[in-house]
């Protein structure tokens, strides 16, 4: 089949790959090459590293809408559009130009957590199967028709990374499937139950703020829902300390009560139980275990280190 791909993060990178190892694909649109570091070096997205080693035409429009980037677009002459975290929304214009539509793949069992940020969502909410749900694309975010789903269990110590790795190869999978299903002609066309969505919104440096008058079950879900980005946070002597990896402990205090530091890690007092803090880094600085940070910035037992 005739495909043009839209993806530009490393989660559409195994999808990528899948599809041109058995279709035809007719070019990979990506989002502009952005600056980052600090150095501001023009950096390429994932998936045009990719399309460039694999030969692939690319385009890489500002914005999609654009009336010349949809004559474009639409002169490639694909049957299927394949849509994989491409970072812009597909105007309708496009939607109705291949034969067969334009197809996305999404990393939750919609209709639950649409939106930008669904890993992210669901190992901070607790829950303990995720999956990946391949759909036609409509009007709105996320609520076209649902084609295919496959399930994914979120284990106890996931962090964010971890479930996005096992997420990526598993939606590869599943667009394959759907492909083959499409050009068979036998694809499932399920309308969503609107009325059961729920949304993952795009995720600020704010909802990655610890704050121990929370329990130490939800900081755990916290910090590892935000590894590897944005990366939970804390306010500590004046300074914002990344916190990488915890582990909830035994033990109570107050709120931000330091209770203990060794090779275990920093261990502070919850709103309910505590938790050892692991992983940590000052600004600028390298990321340490809990002891090294708690010796570094010589505190006590009995101190407040957060609120």
Not at 102 to 107: A, E, G, L, P
Not at 266 to 294: E, H, M, N, T, W
Request: net charge neutral.
């Amino acid at each position: 089949m005739r495909i043009l791909f839209m993806g530009t993060p490393e989660f559409a990178v195994p999808s990528l790959k899948a599809l041109a190892a058995e279709h035809e694909l007719v070019g990979v649109v990506t989002q502009p090459d952005r600056r980052a570091g600090r150095g501001q070096r023009l950096v390429q997205s994932p998936v045009k590293v990719v399309a460039l080693e694999l030969g692939l035409p690319i385009f890489q429009p500002e914005r999609i809408s654009d009336p010349q980037v949809m004559e474009d677009l639409e002169g490639l002459g694909a049957e299927l559009f394949v849509v994989v975290a491409f970072g812009q929304k597909i105007p309708d214009r496009l939607l109705a130009a291949p034969k067969y539509g334009c197809i996305n793949v999404h990393s939750s069992l919609l209709p639950k957590y649409r939106g930008a940020a669904p890993i992210n969502t669901a190992i901070k909410n607790g829950d303990t199967v995720t999956g990946v749900t391949t759909m036609y694309l409509g009007s709105g975010w996320d609520d076209g028709d649902i084609i295919l789903q496959a399930e994914e269990p979120i284990y106890p110590r996931d962090t964010a990374g971890a479930l996005h790795d096992r997420l990526m190869v598993k939606g590869a999978g599943l667009l394959l499937e759907t492909v083959r299903q499409i050009a068979q002609g036998t694809a499932p066309r399920i309308p969503q139950d609107h009325s059961q969505a729920s949304y993952a919104f795009k995720l600020k440096k704010e909802d990655a703020k610890v704050e121990f008058h929370r329990t130490a079950w939800e900081l755990d879900r916290l910090i590892r829902a935000m590894n590897p980005w944005p990366v939970a946070w804390a306010e500590i002597k004046g300074e914002t300390v990344r916190i990488w990896e915890a582990w909830p402990g035994s033990g109570a205090g107050s709120p931000g009560e330091i209770l203990s530091f060794s090779e275990e890690g920093l261990l502070v007092a919850c709103g309910a139980g505590s938790l050892y803090l692991q992983k940590l880094q000052r600004p600028g600085g390298k990321i340490l275990s809990g002891l090294d940070f708690a010796n570094g910035l010589r505190l006590r037992v009995g101190e407040i280190l957060s609120r």
